[in-house]
Nanobody
């Protein structure tokens, strides 16, 4: 089992940057594939970026070229570097872990979730 805690959210103007962090506690962190998801009230939770156990990454089309997902296994920490932020990036951002070699963009396939961190981008 793994416990996830996100940090790094906040308010920023359009064009700005933020870096989200997700620190994991528990056993076998390296055995999990990880993802960042976001949710806006009234909409479904959507996948933003994922990284599998081997380090392969995948991004939603809406964030490609602007966001970068990475992880530091020594620190049990997942990151999401967000650049060139847009107002439509405003959402609650969650990190998630799944007990699989593969990552997916489907929220229902993830076993563990953090509490979320709010990102607000003003125009």
């Amino acid at each position: 089992q793994v416990h996830l805690v996100e940090s790094g959210g906040g308010s920023v103007q359009a064009g700005g940057s933020l870096r989200l962090s997700c620190t994991a506690s528990g056993n076998n962190y390296r055995s999990y594939s990880m993802g960042w998801f976001r949710h806006v009230p009234g909409k479904e939770r959507e996948g933003v970026a994922t990284i599998d156990r081997a380090g392969s990454t995948n991004y939603a089309d809406s964030v490609k070229g602007r966001f970068t997902i990475s992880k530091d296994n020594a620190k049990n920490t997942l990151y999401l570097q967000m650049n060139s932020l847009k107002p439509e990036d405003t959402a609650m951002y969650y990190c998630a872990a799944r007990s699989s070699i593969w990552a997916t963009m489907i929220p229902e396939t993830y076993n563990y979730w953090g509490q979320g961190t709010q990102v607000t981008v003003s125009s």
